[in-house]
């Protein structure tokens, strides 16, 4: 599975930018894992293929949207209202569940990784 991630860059608060993670072998769920400088990666969002379920943390919800262009082996993860704190490098990464399943919230159960991109918020 290769992950990559075109996009990212700098916007001002309250601006939006939009993520993509285009995968070369779908696994069923696909996260964003942002990693602030000095902190640990933490989920945000992941969707989920079969279920078409997507869930968000408390940080991002009501301001980022993660959708799926199966067509297009994509992933995006639309980031609306960004805050400083948004500021990050962001991973997308892909865990295989059953189609039943929910995706896993922890990064320990993604077993293939993008390679990252910048996102800079500024005030």
């Known amino acids: 599975v290769q992950l990559l991630l075109p996009g990212g860059g700098s916007a001002q608060a309250g601006g939006s930018l939009r993520l993509s993670c285009a995968f070369s072998?779908?696994?069923?769920?696909i996260g964003w894992f942002p990693q602030a400088p000095g902190q640990q990666r933490e989920g945000v969002s992941s969707?989920?293929?079969?279920?078409?379920?997507?869930s968000y943390g408390d940080s991002v919800k009501g301001r980022f949207t993660i959708s799926q262009d199966n067509a297009k082996n994509t992933v995006y993860l639309a980031m609306n209202s960004l805050k400083p704190e948004d500021t990050a490098i962001y991973y997308c990464?892909?865990?295989?569940?059953?189609?039943?399943?929910?995706?896993?919230?922890?990064?320990?159960?993604?077993?293939?990784w993008g390679q990252g991109t910048q996102v800079t918020v500024s005030s």
């Open positions: 072998h779908r696994r069923n769920c």
């Open positions: 969707i989920q293929d079969a279920l078409g379920r997507s």
């Open positions: 990464a892909a865990a295989p569940v059953s189609s039943s399943s929910a995706c896993p919230a922890s990064e320990y159960h993604y077993i293939s």
